[in-house]
């Protein structure tokens, strides 16, 4: 009898263990890999042609963009947002990380309805805008709104529990050693948060990248403009072209499985907390 | 009567009991002790059958239960961090025991809840029934686990460090009281500590343990008076040691007798009040080794850098294979 | 009285500042305007809106297949939890990151291959579509994707419970003489019920929401197979603002009474089982 007192026998460990994976492969694993398998249904050669036309470039030169925009907007936040909130004590504070959590309980379609119902042309300042000649919605600056409203919790959310963690020990022993605030921060905070960072602007940028309902509502879908990657697999795909859907779809998977691959590589290697925060 | 034959564990390579016999009276109150490693835990575990051994028998008043499940040992345990059941009430905790009894054993529910608030009563513990666990404090949590051990009317009590968690004086009161209890219910019981004075206070018998083995069985007179090893004469009280002309000689700081001429030198370092008497601590001049004296405290304070002549009123001597020469 | 207690570490007043400036700008002032357009257009054109048939069936379906998801959700999501917690085997940690992959990978992307699986002429649909059971294009396929979606909330959300529970309670359990059954429903379950709940709350209040992932496979039948965002796009793209506004407002209580009830749950279990 070699069980230990208080866990199921091998055989429901297995059958446990069989079944869980089971549905995992049915639920998740088979559609990741349908991505793939369909995007190169026809071979690579098709493949590499639909994510070099000229929209599919566009495409990704605008993710790519609105990225490089939003998540250092966000970043900074994030920063300042959970220093103000670990460091240091004032009333309403889970009020506020309330508050800072609530574009994740939002819809994404309701997300992008807020930024048309300000700035869009019967919007409460649409018409100043379309005055001055400015556009937002149907453009540009209306698609980094957009993102950077959805993602806006992602590197708060991440930092705030690990700073809460790690009190306020290492600054104020930096401080009575006679650092300066911007020193302190510099070469205590942030070297004690980069992993919990990394692993902040990874998910931030996946999602960045990836977001499809707030975009779509704002973006007026204007091809080789306004047309985000996954914007551009929806029209690909409307218009039955498969292939193409699927080659511009795998290239966001690939970005998905690099983030799932980065942020286990630093779970491990820095012990973070898996997923309590999400 | 309890008792265990020839019981041996390995964890992977690292071998935790070595052939452990001991046999355990009737309504005795017996310690294990050892430090952190020495295997007390696991064959407290290995008779509640929550661990099992790799070969050797537990037997219960003649019966071997090595094949008997823990839920069918019924064994009161008693965990270090109490193990209470955060999400119910004290009561239901109390409880728990009586109401996963198979349907024909079960009492019904007004019996299981007067013999909830019987214990409580027993534990002094009574009224907070209703609260939860963590609305207490660590020393009523603990109380709470031992009523909750105690419902099933166990055979045995078995208690693993149980005021290893709590403060100082809490310890010092609960230690008492799990005294007066057993004097009450002449409950058969196995606690495991390293702390050798809560062993000594506390139980009828010691078993002394270390490295899997144990060193020692005795009360604890016998194994304060007359260690058997020189593991047992360190880890049992203060020991004070001297090299002899075959070995090795213990002492106790109290059982010595200050002289004018012959006996040892010791430079003294450090002298302090503790109680009624002088704790002095020195040198051995000759071999530098620490020594520890307790001198009355009607005597003359002896002064840091004096030098005072010892002889040793009662002592041991051990060979260097360990063994009493 | 100062607002915020005493403390040597500087830059309070900027980080604050800034955070609430961002957060009123980005997030606040936005939403605000949600509810500001609600008021202006008048209460009976509110009630109108989303009285209509096509929105009353919209939300049926989004509510009704969001629910449905997340108690599957909950049965699959315990059970992997359960798994990954508990037991080891080869390539664990590769399927505990694959439990997160529904949050990195994009909507849309998740959406159209979820579609082709289930297609009449798809992987899984080929088998289904014989034996009579329709999955693309209903509300089967819509609770499918929202299980996809809804999973990972659960898992996370149990996971860090259940490690946390400790082996000496189920002990403590075995040697008052529970069954291995008995320990499961009176100790363990009993215990990660709160965290359930809120794993269920996230992923039911994420499926209200979800379009992505939906879109394509729900196949936009009106009546039928039209989620509740899908509503909200279309009067937007009518320029019925105050249309898609009421029914914004109505999606957006119900999250905000989710997260009401999943920060209720947290505090009434932090309380009893203390901190």
Redesign the interface.
Known sequence: ????????DRVT?IV??G???A??AF??????V??FS?ALAQGVGPFMDAVHTPDALAAIRLTLIIAAISVPLNVV?GI??S???T?????GKSL?I??????F??????SG??????F?????IGPWLAAHDLKIIFAVPGIV?AT??IT?PFVARELIPLMMEQG?DD??AA??LGA??WQ??WHVTLPNIRWGLLYGVL?CN?RA?????AV??VSGHIRGETNT???H??IL?NEYD?VG??AV?SL??LL??V???A??VLE?RFDL????S? | MISVRNITKRFGSYAALHGIDLDIEPGEFIALLGPSGSGKTTLLRIIAGLEFQDSGQVLFDGNDVSGLKVADRHVGFVFQQYALFRHMTVAENVAFGLQVKKRRDRPARAAIRDRAEELLRLVQLEGLGGRYPGQLSGGQRQRVALARALAIEPELLLLDEPFGALDAKVRKDLRRWLRDLHKQMGLTSIFVTHDQEEALELADRVVVMDHGKIEQVGTPEEIYMNPATPFVSHFVGETNRMAGQSGEVHFRPHDVDVVGEGGEAVLVDNVFRKGGVWRVEGALVETSLFVEIDLDAALPQPRPGETIRIVPRRSRLFNPEGGQA | MTFKRQSILPGFGPSFGYTVLYLSLIVLIPLSAVFLKSSTSGWSHFWQAIRSPNVVAAYRLSFGASLAAGLISVALGFLIAWVLVRYSFPGKRVVSALVDLPFALPTAVAGIALTSLYAPNGWIGQFLEPMGIKVAFTSLGITIALVFIGLPFVVRSVEPVLADLGKDVEEAAATLGATRYQTFARVILPAIGPALLTGFAMAFARGVGEYGSVIFISGNMPGKTEIAPLLIVTQLEQYAYAGATAIATVMMLASFSVLLLINWIQAVSRQRMGA
Request: no cysteine; aromatic share 14%.
């Open positions: 009898m070699k069980l230990r007192a208080t866990s199921e460990q446990l263990i079944l869980a994976l549905f995992l639920f998740l694993l088979l559609p990741l349908a991505v369909e936040f300042a947002a220093w103000a909130i460091k240091f004590q004032f009333p506020l309330t508050l800072i959590d609530l574009p309980s939002v819809s994404p379609v309701v309805l807020i930024f048309v119902l300000l869009g042309a019967n919007g409460l709104l950077v409203f806006f306020k600054e104020e401080l009575s300066s605030g302190t921060f998910l996946a990248m990836g977001e499809f309902g779509s509502v990657m996954p914007l697999v929806e795909y498969f859907a699927f779809a966001l998977a998905a499985l983030t799932l691959v942020k286990s491990w907390h898996s997923g309590a999400h």
